[in-house]
């Protein structure tokens, strides 16, 4: 067993040209995959490059290693409007995704990484998006600072996850994201972090440094990083992103994360005083090499293999090898080589997220055991001392062969202004709870997304997933989603008891005899109504035994020697609504009907379980109460409560007209349908049903029912009710769903839209629908900010400076805000969420005029999705200040639909 004060991985994301994954990235390696090759068609283009000369545009023709639609971003998802989207750098971008990418990579839902002690270390150091604005005759106003801030680029992540542990941007040029994995270490070290994301980020957006490189003779003619070979003659330039999510060692183990490797130890150091900044020194490098393996206690004969900075230059390279070959030899031979290979030879130099690159292959060398090759090598230059006792240059794929107990590998990036870094990562072993086989029974798979599209897209990657990885426990895979995902409004639910029936599932959306597909949209959290039957016929379902909740209730209510069926089934009812309630379903109406009636007065907090079971116990035994002293035991209920023969305060009663003589001997042929009727009416949007209910009769819409005490299937289909109907259920924590975390599964899909200097998506949206554009800047819907990622609610501050055009529209000279302003914020936030452009208004109506007191206002925007498939609309702003600091009003409401959706109304 490593070091328990080790850092593990658990989890990794990246997205390298060609790799949109770690596991994709790895198989191109083991396949010996040659990546460089030319820009992506338009990278050159003067649309993407807004005042840039064709000299420079040729320039940016130099061979290198490019990500594909790099302009391409989801703004709502991380809570950004589109006007700032435009203007924020798009390595802060790719950040963002990766980052949320590599929290889904190690099964850990970000919305419960809130408000927590998280790190977040990214290595960045070009700017080149900058540059390009600086050539924008008319720049993106506002955002364009904060936007192209290096220091923002780890913030904007805080920000965006509401992370509140250290945040920094380091610029160590090429060891930019080493250092950071060597700061976010201490960072969990020290504990001023409980898991801490580190990463870094390269984009070439401007042709001036590949010019001023090409200059300096820092790059290859051949335009192929040919690492440590005699050809080699400098590097090619790459893109790329990559990020590792870190936490102690212990903390990974005791929570079931997934461990991919452990960092045992890391070191920084400078060159000092070198013949030249840029010159590297073998013997500075030798000492942070040393110190690291100090650092993580262990031997330089433990090592197998080393990922070197590697770069290709006939400079570089000679200093690393030697400096390698004098640690190693610093310790007695094992009769082993190390083995020593540079991912630049596939990818390019991806300069400050170099390190990460390095860093996710060689956690894949020491968890698989297999070594790749390292590309355009044949044999070392002649001027390089001879390493060959110890060191060799793998050019095929070779299994581990270095002698010990674990796999220990190091990993080196070296900056062109003098700063070194290494560190040491081994692959670890028995951390996790031993994988379990595949349950014969139903499994249910969760899924969400913040829009139709992401998740459509989703859904097909997962039937890809399944029918690629059918021996893969179909439980696990579905206790991971349910675990470590966020939940989002447009949901879907599959169950099945196999993977293949569950792929067909989601690509038919059809149910049948085995498998069922539920799909739903919800932007609101529902009203969820509890519904309380008679105490008769209740079995405990075999997995209440199994919920901490449910015995912590039983404990509540005491030890019980009577075996009467009420009793009983009082106890194991309650013990049903407190399972229920710990995973996140907390009724916001109660209901009783026949003799659950007193059970649910206890649920809705009008009698006290003690009180509760001692009148159900009485009544048992057909002893008839004392009004006036079980009155007395009665109280104002916490939630609104519906039985016969009591309404209660929440329903304009007096707690002493209990009907004591309909309580004790409840009617049971209408009282079901009464209690559902009062269920409608009150707005519950779902139900759950526990005891023994005939809801048979009554007017109006069937309510949708989830049976709260059903097994197998029953249970699942209850779940999946819940979960589709916008219910805040924590599946993860449900016995039916019980598994392993499992990484690797697919990552969220976002739904991407191109935002670039020379675009105006605040102009697109707020467009008339003739199709002429918008001549000036200032748009409400360029002001809107989402709250939160559900795309219901958001925020909007107007004012007269950033909207010049309000301070006009005034009113006995009041400044008064224009009610198409509010609509255009409302069509912005509308398109969002519909994912459409021909939008039509229903219903509106002004309430109440925006009047600027003091040139600016706060108002908020709520989107309700409605049966019809519209979503209703209410702009609310601040009351009079007399009324208190809480008081808002109505300023306009209404419905908004697709064009093609709401007919139009009749004149």
Request: charged share 20%; glycine share 10%; aromatic share 4%.
């Amino acid at each position: 067993m490593p070091d328990p004060d080790a850092v593990a991985i658990v989890g990794m994301g990246c997205r390298f040209p060609g790799s949109p994954s770690p596991e994709v990235f790895w198989e191109k390696l083991c396949c010996g995959a040659d990546l460089v090759g030319s820009p992506a068609a338009g990278r050159n283009s003067s649309d993407r490059n807004p005042g840039t000369s064709r000299a420079e545009l040729r320039d940016m023709e130099v061979a290198g290693n490019y990500l594909p639609d790099v302009d391409l971003f989801e703004p709502a998802f991380f809570g950004m409007t589109p006007r700032e989207a435009s203007a924020v750098d798009p390595q802060h971008r790719i950040l963002l995704e990766v980052a949320w990418e590599s929290l889904e990579h190690a099964a850990i839902d970000a919305q419960t990484l809130r408000g927590q002690p998280v790190g977040v270390f990214v290595g960045l150091s070009t700017n080149d998006y900058g540059l390009l604005a600086d050539k924008v005759s008319d720049p993106v106003g506002p955002y364009m600072a904060l936007g192209n801030a290096k220091s923002l680029a780890a913030n904007r992540i805080s920000y965006a996850l509401d992370l509140r542990g250290p945040s920094m941007t380091i610029d160590a040029a090429c060891a930019s994201s080493l250092v950071a994995v060597h700061q976010a270490c201490r960072s969990l070290k020290l504990g001023e972090s409980d898991l801490c994301l580190a990463g870094g980020v390269n984009l070439i957006l401007s042709p001036t440094a590949s010019a001023s490189f090409g200059r300096a003779r820092m790059l290859s003619p051949q335009r192929r990083c040919r690492s440590f070979d005699r050809s080699a003659d400098g590097y090619v330039r790459a893109e790329g992103c990559g990020m590792v999510v870190l936490r102690r060692l212990a903390d990974a183990v005791r929570d079931g994360d997934p461990v991919w490797a452990v960092i045992l130890g890391a070191a920084t150091n400078h060159v000092g005083a070198a013949p030249a900044i840029t010159v590297p020194v073998a013997q500075a490098q030798a000492e942070v090499m040393s110190t690291a393996l100090a650092n993580a206690r262990v031997n330089p004969g433990e090592v197998g293999y080393v990922e070197a900075h590697g770069t290709g230059t006939p400079s570089g390279d000679p200093v690393e090898l030697a400096a390698l070959a004098q640690v190693l030899r610093s310790a007695p031979s094992t009769g082993a080589r190390c083995a020593v290979g540079s991912v630049k030879s596939n990818l390019g130099h991806l300069e400050a997220a170099a390190g990460m690159a390095g860093l996710i292959k060689a956690v894949h060398v020491v968890r698989t055991g297999l070594v790749p090759p390292s590309l355009h090598f044949e044999r070392f230059a002649d001027d390089v001392p001879d390493v060959t006792d110890r060191l060799f240059v793998p050019t095929e794929l070779l299994p581990w062969g270095h002698p010990g107990p674990r796999r220990v590998a190091g990993v080196s990036a070296f900056g062109f202004g003098g700063t070194n870094c290494h560190v040491v990562v081994a692959s670890v072993a028995g951390t996790g709870a031993t994988r379990p086989a595949a349950s014969s029974g139903p499994c249910l798979l969760a899924l969400s997304a913040r829009t139709e599209q992401s998740l459509a897209a989703l859904a097909q990657r997962h039937a890809a997933y399944l029918k690629a990885h059918p021996d893969e426990a179909l439980g696990d895979i579905c206790h991971t989603m349910a675990a470590g995902r966020a939940a989002f409004g447009h949901r879907m639910a599959v169950r099945a008891p196999s993977a293949e029936a569950m792929a067909e599932a989601i690509v038919s959306d059809t149910p049948s005899n085995s498998a069922a597909c539920v799909r739903r949209s919800s932007g609101d959290r529902p009203r969820v109504g509890l519904l309380v039957g008679s105490l008769t016929g209740v079995r405990a379902p075999d997995w209440l035994a199994s919920v901490p909740a449910a015995a912590a209730a039983g404990q509540r209510l005491g030890a019980s020697a009577t075996t009467d069926a009420e009793v009983v089934a009082f106890r194991t009812l309650y013990q049903l609504i407190a399972a229920w309630r710990a995973w996140g379903v907390r009724p916001d109406l109660v209901a009783g009907a026949g003799t659950g009636n007193l059970l649910a007065m206890v649920a809705a907090d009008a009698l006290t379980a003690h009180d509760g079971l001692a009148l159900t116990m009485l009544r048992a035994r057909g002893v008839e109460t004392d009004r006036r002293g079980a009155t007395g035991r009665l109280r104002t209920p916490a939630t609104p409560l519906f039985v016969s023969g009591y309404a209660g305060s929440c329903e304009g009663r007096s707690r002493d007209e209990a009907d004591w003589a309909e309580l004790w001997h409840p009617r049971r042929a209408d009282g079901d349908a009464d209690a559902l009727a009062w269920l409608r009416a009150r707005g519950a949007s779902v139900v759950l049903q526990l005891g023994d209910t005939t809801p048979a009769g009554g007017t109006g819409p069937q309510l949708p029912t989830a049976a709260g005490a059903a097994e197998g299937s029953g249970l699942l289909d209850a779940l999946a009710l819940l979960f589709t109907t916008g219910v805040p259920i924590e599946l993860g924590a449900v016995p039916a769903m019980a598994g392993n975390r499992l990484p690797s599964l697919p990552t969220y899909p976002f739904h991407r839209q191109p935002f670039w200097l020379a675009d105006r998506p605040d102009d697109r949206a707020a467009a008339p629908a003739t199709g002429a554009r918008r001549t000036d800047l200032a748009s409400a819907a360029g002001l809107l900010r989402p709250l939160g990622t559900e795309g219901t609610n958001w925020e909007l501050v107007i004012d007269t400076r950033r909207l010049p055009y309000v301070a006009d529209h005034r009113v006995h000279d009041a400044v008064v805000v224009p009610g198409v302003t509010l609509l255009e914020a409302v069509s912005a936030a509308a398109r969002d969420r519909l994912g459409t452009a021909g939008l039509r208004f229903h219903d509106v109506e002004y309430r109440r005029v925006l009047i600027l007191d003091d040139g600016s206002a706060r108002v908020r925007l709520r989107l309700s999705a409605q049966t019809d498939g519209s979503l209703a609309f209410q702009i609310r702003s601040a009351g009079e200040a007399t009324a208190g600091p809480a008081a808002e009003v109505v300023n306009v409401e209404g419905r908004v639909a697709r064009a093609d959706e709401l007919a139009r109304p009749e004149a």
